[in-house]
């Protein structure tokens, strides 16, 4: 069979940076190291004034095509999964075609468009979508582009506040991929919840903390499901998991729980048996509590092995590099560990090609999703290629007063107009309204 998966992929971040232990903190009155040690992060990453998800989408997807020698004729589908979207009936991925229009010769009449939503699992769900069009051989020999963009804005003061970002992700789909090759197999865990949600809202309404115990159910039954179809996980077997980033602290407690599963019953639990005991089996509990609290016993202490930390620095730690300093992306967010693992092994002189990493997605409402990949031959010259580390270093860094100006700027229900702090350079720029409501943008040479 033909490998179908991820040929290339770009990465635009929002021109602005929010520093959460220096800015953030003092002005919330918070310890700084609640954000760098307990979330994890350092940074986010905001849109500046002419910055919106189109702008992000579509300057990704033309770094993506340049660097591909790519033509619109080449591409057959192009797909956007936002949870940011501003229009209930034009999809965003018709806004990018026009930009890229712009600039390149020929155009993308011939090719399927969309917009995608399932929280930040969309994007994901997307490459899903591109991955059957190619599977069914109604690709015509074509790629597919599929575009993760978020502005992640939570309402001032909400407890989400600090874990915002901007930015987007291309990817390319196409047959025999440079950089992963997607599995056929793949686990679900899907369930109606009310966790985090925007009842045509821009800001969301969020159960923070439950939202955190949805995901690590979600994401366990996706573990299981996805083991019933391709065979037990052995963590000896798999290089890195990226998960769905929302901050690196949730991460930390997927990581912590997923190896819990996966060396249930293998030489690992046996050997970790002296120093912390075996794993709670519930059969040997009365009751849920019981079990349930003996688990947690079980968790703290395994938290502690070396053993586990030794493989949480292995597997799990290089998927959060780039996360630290941009914040949460929604759609974007999981593809941004894949990069950030793949990045590190790179910097770290690793032959990554033929190894497997596990995905792990999860968008809110709520749907865990788990398959692996397979890394290919081109995966270095694909990673070599990205300028993030200069993207993430050229970003204004916003005083507070700054912060609130720009997020006001991108509240919907406010009318503000403020200079931008960046000159756009090479790039696509918001422009203004047209006399329908709809968005207009402009490429600035
Ligand atoms: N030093 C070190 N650690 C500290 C600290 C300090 N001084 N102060 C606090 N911490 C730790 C806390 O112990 C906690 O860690 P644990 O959970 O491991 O105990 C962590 O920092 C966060 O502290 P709080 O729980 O007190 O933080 P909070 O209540 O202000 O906010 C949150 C946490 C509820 C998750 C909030 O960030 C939120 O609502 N976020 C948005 C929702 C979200 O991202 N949910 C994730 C799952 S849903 C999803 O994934 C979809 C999505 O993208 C939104």
Same mark, same amino acid.
């Given at each position: 069979?033909?490998?179908?998966?991820?040929?290339?992929?770009?990465?635009?971040?929002?021109?602005?940076?929010? =520093?959460?232990?220096?800015?953030? %903190?003092?002005?919330?009155?918070?310890?700084?190291?609640?954000?760098?040690?307990?979330?994890?992060?350092?940074?986010?990453? &905001?849109?500046? #004034? *002419?910055?919106?998800?189109?702008?992000?989408?579509?300057?990704?997807?033309?770094?993506?095509?340049?660097?591909?020698?790519?033509?619109?004729?080449?591409?057959?589908?192009?797909? +956007?999964?936002?949870?940011?979207?501003?229009?209930?009936? @034009?999809?965003?991925?018709?806004?990018?075609?026009?930009?890229?229009?712009?600039?390149?010769?020929? =155009?993308?009449?011939?090719?399927?468009?969309?917009?995608?939503?399932?929280?930040?699992? %969309?994007?994901?769900?997307?490459?899903?979508?591109?991955?059957?069009?190619?599977?069914?051989?109604?690709?015509?020999?074509?790629?597919?582009?599929?575009? %993760?963009?978020?502005?992640?804005?939570?309402?001032?003061?909400?407890?989400?506040?600090?874990?915002?970002? %901007?930015?987007? +992700?291309?990817?390319?789909?196409?047959?025999?991929?440079?950089?992963?090759?997607?599995?056929?197999?793949?686990?679900?865990?899907?369930? =109606?919840? $009310?966790? &985090?949600?925007?009842?045509?809202?821009?800001?969301? #309404?969020?159960?923070?903390?439950?939202?955190?115990?949805?995901?690590? /159910?979600?994401?366990?039954?996706?573990?299981?499901?996805?083991?019933?179809?391709?065979?037990?996980?052995?963590?000896?077997?798999?290089?890195?998991?990226?998960?769905?980033?929302? &901050?690196?602290?949730?991460?930390?407690? /997927?990581?912590?729980?997923?190896?819990?599963?996966?060396?249930?019953?293998?030489?690992?639990?046996?050997?970790?048996?002296?120093?912390?005991?075996?794993?709670?089996?519930?059969?040997?509990?009365?009751?849920?509590?019981?079990?349930? !609290?003996?688990?947690?016993?079980?968790?703290?202490?395994? @938290?502690?092995? !070396?053993? *586990?930390?030794?493989?949480?620095?292995? $597997?799990?730690?290089? $998927?959060?590099t780039l996360s630290r300093e941009v914040g949460n992306w929604y759609t974007g967010s999981v593809h941004i560990a894949r990069v #950030?693992?793949?990045?590190?092994?790179?910097?770290?002189?690793?032959?990554?090609?033929?190894? $497997?990493?596990?995905?792990?997605?999860?968008?809110?409402?709520?749907?865990?999703?788990?398959?692996?990949?397979?890394?290919?031959?081109?995966?270095?010259?694909?990673?070599?290629?990205?300028?993030?580390?200069?993207?993430?270093?050229?970003? *204004?860094?916003?005083?507070?007063?700054?912060?609130?100006?720009?997020?006001?700027?991108?509240?919907?229900?406010?009318?503000? !107009?403020?200079?931008?702090?960046?000159?756009?350079?090479?790039?696509?720029? &918001? !422009?203004?309204?047209?006399?329908?409501?709809?968005?207009?943008?402009?490429?600035?040479?």
């Amino acid at each position: 069979m033909t490998a179908v998966g991820i040929d290339a992929i770009e990465i635009w971040t929002g021109n602005l940076k929010l =520093d959460l232990p220096g800015t953030f %903190a003092p002005e919330k009155g918070e310890d700084p190291e609640k954000y760098t040690k307990g979330l994890g992060l350092n940074a986010s990453s &905001f849109p500046d #004034s *002419y910055e919106d998800i189109v702008t992000m989408g579509a300057n990704a997807s033309h770094r993506l095509m340049e660097r591909k020698g790519l033509e619109p004729d080449g591409i057959g589908r192009i797909d +956007v999964a936002t949870e940011s979207s501003f229009d209930n009936s @034009k999809p965003v991925s018709t806004y990018v075609a026009g930009c890229l229009e712009g600039v390149f010769e020929g =155009d993308f009449h011939h090719a399927n468009k969309g917009e995608r939503k399932f929280a930040c699992i %969309a994007g994901t769900q997307s490459l899903d979508d591109a991955y059957n069009w190619i599977r069914a051989d109604r690709n015509r020999g074509r790629s597919a582009l599929v575009i %993760a963009t978020d502005t992640a804005l939570y309402a001032r003061g909400d407890a989400g506040e600090a874990t915002q970002g %901007a930015g987007a +992700v291309a990817m390319l789909i196409s047959e025999n991929p440079d950089l992963v090759e997607l599995s056929t197999e793949q686990g679900y865990g899907s369930a =109606d919840e $009310t966790d &985090f949600l925007k009842p045509n809202q821009q800001f969301p #309404s969020v159960d923070g903390k439950r939202s955190v115990q949805v995901y690590l /159910a979600r994401m366990r039954e996706a573990l299981t499901d996805y083991e019933s179809v391709a065979g037990d996980v052995h963590p000896d077997d798999i290089a890195f998991i990226p998960f769905h980033t929302p &901050f690196p602290g949730m991460v930390r407690k /997927a990581g912590l729980l997923g190896y819990r599963h996966i060396t249930r019953d293998t030489t690992i639990e046996d050997d970790l048996a002296d120093e912390i005991g075996r794993q709670p089996r519930r059969e040997a509990f009365d009751d849920d509590e019981a079990f349930r !609290d003996s688990v947690r016993e079980y968790m703290d202490l395994l @938290k502690g092995t !070396d053993r *586990y930390k030794a493989w949480y620095d292995a $597997t799990i730690d290089p $998927t959060l590099t780039l996360s630290r300093e941009v914040g949460n992306w929604y759609t974007g967010s999981v593809h941004i560990a894949r990069v #950030s693992a793949l990045k590190n092994a790179l910097e770290a002189g690793r032959d990554m090609a033929g190894e $497997t990493i596990l995905v792990g997605s999860y968008g809110s409402g709520a749907q865990a999703e788990i398959h692996a990949e397979t890394v290919q031959d081109g995966w270095t010259d694909e990673i070599e290629a990205l300028n993030v580390d200069d993207q993430l270093a050229d970003r *204004y860094d916003l005083s507070w007063a700054d912060y609130e100006e720009v997020h006001d700027v991108h509240n919907h229900e406010m009318d503000v !107009d403020v200079e931008e702090f960046t000159t756009p350079d090479g790039e696509f720029v &918001f !422009d203004g309204w047209g006399r329908m409501g709809e968005r207009k943008y402009r490429y600035v040479e």
